[in-house]
């Protein structure tokens, strides 16, 4: 299991990587602040004692994303290729029926190895930034959607709308719901319709941005406004936090696209998704030369 000090010597690496790129990795701090000691999803390697190489896995029922870094330092070693070998064995390939390796799009670095690899490209995730500066920071939202926090009776529903409206198999919305309900500095919402359960949505608070994630209504209570509702009320606590407000979404998503920007969300980042196609074996490339896995 990934220390304390490891994990912070982590958010350093990802600092400095960002920095050096010009680009945001997506490394969903809020599942990797969860995870569980018996999970073997994180992988390391170490130069003097110092982590200088990180990949993280995410898995969702049979799918798996990754994403990592490496060290501007320590690039051209084989570091990256070493850990994709750790992390994704023969038993593990054929456990998952999905890899998908996400990169920011302005990555160059990212670019260079994929073209080593085997893959396809998959699909892009646009981050949207709704800024204080937004008009609907000092728009009262209307009453239409009523939002209060989830409890362990909402636990069906929650599992249900990841279902119904993010094509999760079962075991991965319950493996999803699992992982997300007690998150440090999140709130699960259940947006209700008079008085019914219509929805829900999750909201990760950090020092000055708020992220929203799975945003979700039931099909009977679509085109009722209720998205855009809840997406004013959740753009008005962000005003009075001080916090801006941020949410990824799929290119794929026209619907969803269109409603985030009627309310005042712009695209600030792209990240680009690349399915590991099968015919690629990493077996020779897990040298383990100063690296330690996790």
């Known amino acids: 299991m990934i220390t304390h000090t490891q994990w912070g010597q982590i958010a350093e690496l990802e600092q400095i990587c960002n920095a050096h790129d010009g680009i945001h990795l997506k490394l969903n701090w809020d599942m990797l602040r969860t995870r569980r000691e018996d999970q073997h999803d994180d992988?390391?390697?170490?130069?003097?004692?110092?982590?200088?190489?990180?990949?993280?896995?995410y898995c969702f029922g049979h799918k798996i994303e990754a994403c990592g870094m490496v060290h501007p330092d320590y690039r051209r070693q084989g570091l990256f290729s070493s850990l994709l070998g750790q992390a994704f064995t023969r038993e593990r390939r054929e456990s998952v029926e999905e890899i998908l390796l996400n990169a920011p799009a302005n990555s160059l670095s990212a670019k260079g190895l994929l073209q080593s690899l085997d893959?396809?490209?998959a699909f892009s995730e646009y981050q949207m930034t709704c800024s204080r500066q937004n008009d609907n920071y000092k728009v009262q939202p209307s009453s239409s959607a009523a939002l209060r926090p989830a409890v362990s009776l909402d636990r069906a529903d929650l599992i249900k709308l990841d279902e119904l409206c993010f094509d999760y198999p079962q075991h991965a919305?319950?493996?999803y719901y699992e992982a997300t309900i007690d998150i440090p500095n999140s709130v699960t919402y259940i947006i209700e319709a008079d008085g019914?359960?219509?929805?829900?949505?999750?909201?990760?608070?950090?020092?000055?941005?708020?992220?929203?994630?799975?945003?979700?209504?039931?099909?009977?209570?679509?085109?009722?406004?209720?998205?855009?509702?809840?997406?004013?009320?959740?753009?008005?606590q962000a005003a009075i936090s001080g916090r801006?407000?941020?949410?990824?979404?799929?290119l794929n998503n026209p619907g969803a696209m269109k409603l985030y920007k009627s309310v005042g969300f712009q695209i600030t980042e792209v990240q680009d998704y690349y399915r590991l196609l099968g015919s690629f074996s990493f077996d020779n490339m897990a040298t383990n030369t100063h690296n330690k896995v996790q």
Request: net charge positive.
């Open 196 to 236: 019914r359960t219509a929805g829900k949505v999750r909201v990760v608070h950090e020092a000055e941005v708020s992220w929203i994630y799975g945003l979700a209504i039931y099909p009977e209570y679509r085109r009722q406004g209720l998205g855009r509702d809840t997406l004013k009320q959740l753009i008005q």
């Open 244 to 250: 801006s407000l941020r949410l990824e979404v799929a």
């Open 119 to 121: 893959v396809q490209f």
């Open 173 to 175: 919305a319950e493996q």
């Open 43 to 57: 992988y390391v390697a170490v130069r003097s004692g110092r982590i200088v190489g990180y990949l993280g896995l």
